[in-house]
T-cell receptor
Framework: AQSVTQLDSHVSVSEGTPVLLRCNYS??????LFWYVQHPNKGLQLLLK??????LVKGINGFEAEFKKSETSFHLTKPSAHMSDAAEYFC?????????????FGTGTRLTIIP | NAGVMQNPRHLVRRRGQEARLRCSPM?????VYWYRQLPEEGLKFMVY????????ESGMPKERFSAEFPKEGPSILRIQQVVRGDSAAYFC?????????????????FGNGTRLTVT
């Protein structure tokens, strides 16, 4: 069985300050982990993915995440928030790299950027 | 190359009516997934289909819900006799068959969703 826990349902930061969105995972297998972003009334866009290569993963729009096996964490960070970063962020785990891509989503973190 | 197309974007149904949600996968993709997002929640897997086959329907409610992906045409998620609790956003995602997916690519490409409101 696999699961993800997003520790904060809402995060508010000021524009230009760092962003930290926390995620812990549980998986019986070597997991693939992803962060997706969802803007209002839109679909989901992949920010970045980890698939057992480098533990520090760089994604789009200046986001990055670090896979820490000892802590079972995959926190998402960005050095400086921009107003356009306001959205819902989902941490996602998949135990399969190929075949059935049945992803397990966290409950989401709503990021608000304060001008 | 058009992405995953879902229609309608918004659907309003009265209790007891039927809802039909359509999904056209990306060109070249033969695998389709349906997910449901209830208000204030993450996406929950419903069903995984390939052309003319249901591969995994472990997330589908046992009654009133069905899905198909015919040889020709879009995938259809059908909800019969809708109830208020069916109000949600329904997302379709597609992927190419194993061996054709590029490394670094998203495992799934999502559509913009259909927002179903049951009144």
């Amino acid at each position: 069985a696999q699961s993800v826990t997003q520790l904060d349902s809402h995060v508010s930061v000021s524009e230009g300050t760092p962003v930290l969105l926390r995620c812990n995972y549980s998986s019986s297998y070597s997991p693939s982990l992803f962060w997706y972003v969802q803007h209002p009334n839109k679909g989901l866009q992949l920010l970045l993915k980890y698939t057992s290569a480098a533990t520090l993963v760089k994604g789009i729009n200046g986001f990055e995440a670090e896979f820490k096996k000892s802590e079972t964490s995959f926190h998402l960070t960005k050095p400086s928030a921009h107003m356009s970063d306001a959205a819902e962020y989902f941490c996602v785990v998949s135990s399969s790299n190929f075949g059935n891509e049945k992803l397990t989503f966290g409950t989401g973190t709503r990021l608000t950027i304060i001008p | 190359n058009a992405g995953v197309m879902q229609n309608p974007r918004h659907l309003v149904r009265r209790r007891g009516q039927e809802a039909r949600l359509r999904c056209s996968p990306m060109k070249g993709h033969s695998h389709v997934y349906w997910y449901r997002q209830l208000p204030e929640e993450g996406l929950k897997f419903m069903v995984y289909l390939q052309k003319e086959n249901i591969i995994d329907e472990s997330g589908m409610p046992k009654e009133r819900f069905s899905a198909e992906f015919p040889k020709e045409g879009p995938s259809i998620l059908r909800i019969q006799q809708v109830v208020r609790g069916d109000s949600a956003a329904y997302f379709c995602a597609s992927s190419p068959r194993v061996g054709l997916r590029m490394r670094g690519d998203s495992p799934l490409h999502f559509g913009n969703g259909t927002r179903l409101t049951v009144t």
